[in-house]
Antibody, heavy 119, light 106 residues
Framework: EVQLLESGGGLVQPGGSLRLSCAAS????????MAWVRQTPSRGLEWVST????????YYADSVKGRFTISRDNSKNTVFLQMNSLRAEDTGVYYC????????????WGRGTLVTVSS | AIQMTQSPASLSASVGDTVTISCRAS??????LGWYQQKPGTGPKVLIC???TLQSGVPSRFSGSGSGTDFTLTISSLQPEDFATYYC?????????FGQGTKVEI
């Protein structure tokens, strides 16, 4: 059974940083891309970033480019999202999602972790 | 970015009904469309990938169709556990984009 467990969310002040983690199990981790997607009441579901199987290729939404960095540790079956220069509009629930191939697609999702950016 | 227009935003139905949800892409996305179900407090659950491929373990009352720009999710014989919010997602290219969601209510 595919399981994705996010952690690292919390309350942070504008301009601050957070690092999200997602521990994966139940599938061959290094055979699939991984992604982060966020959900907010105002914007709904918004894709944030994807990383390829090897970690060489990364993709970002324009809204986070230059501020967020996705990475993965295939030896620990974990994907990360480093979030810097956080803004109030980054507030939301962040989901980790499994890709369906080396780069593209999404299928299984975690339960999410809440990020709140507020002073 | 490709815009995904999903309709209706909400619908009321009864157990046993057949419901249809539509998603239209602003440009052609071949069959690179998925449908997801979300219940409060949980992450979205994949129902269908590649427009019409039922994910393992998903009941056969769920079906998807379409290609190019117009797609449909059909739920036949609605069950109590199907009352939830449904989203479409295009994964044809980056940035991936979602429909606004359809809330299926009793």
């Amino acid at each position: 059974e595919v399981q994705l467990l996010e952690s690292g969310g919390g309350l942070v002040q504008p301009g601050g940083s957070l690092r999200l983690s997602c521990a994966a199990s139940g599938f061959t981790f290094d055979s699939y891309a991984m992604a982060w997607v966020r959900q907010t009441p105002s914007r709904g579901l918004e894709w944030v970033s994807t990383i390829s199987t090897s970690g060489v290729s990364t993709y970002y939404a324009d809204s986070v480019k230059g501020r967020f960095t996705i990475s993965r540790d295939n030896s620990k079956n974990t994907v990360f999202l480093q979030m810097n220069s956080l803004r109030a509009e980054d507030t939301g629930v962040y989901y980790c999602a499994k890709g369906r191939g080396q780069i593209y697609g999404l299928d299984y999702w975690g339960r999410g972790t809440l990020v709140t950016v507020s002073s | 970015a490709i815009q995904m227009t999903q309709s209706p935003a909400s619908l009321s139905a009864s157990v046993g009904d057949t419901v249809t949800i539509s998603c239209r892409a602003s440009e052609g996305i071949a069959n690179d469309l998925g449908w997801y179900q979300q219940k409060p407090g949980t992450g979205p659950k994949v129902l269908i990938c590649d427009a019409s491929t039922l994910q393992s373990g998903v009941p056969s009352r769920f079906s998807g169709s379409g290609s190019g720009t117009d797609f449909t999710l059909t739920i036949s014989s609605l069950q109590p556990e199907d009352f939830a919010t449904y989203y479409c997602l295009q994964d044809y290219n980056f940035p991936y984009t979602f429909g606004q969601g359809t809330k299926v209510e009793i």
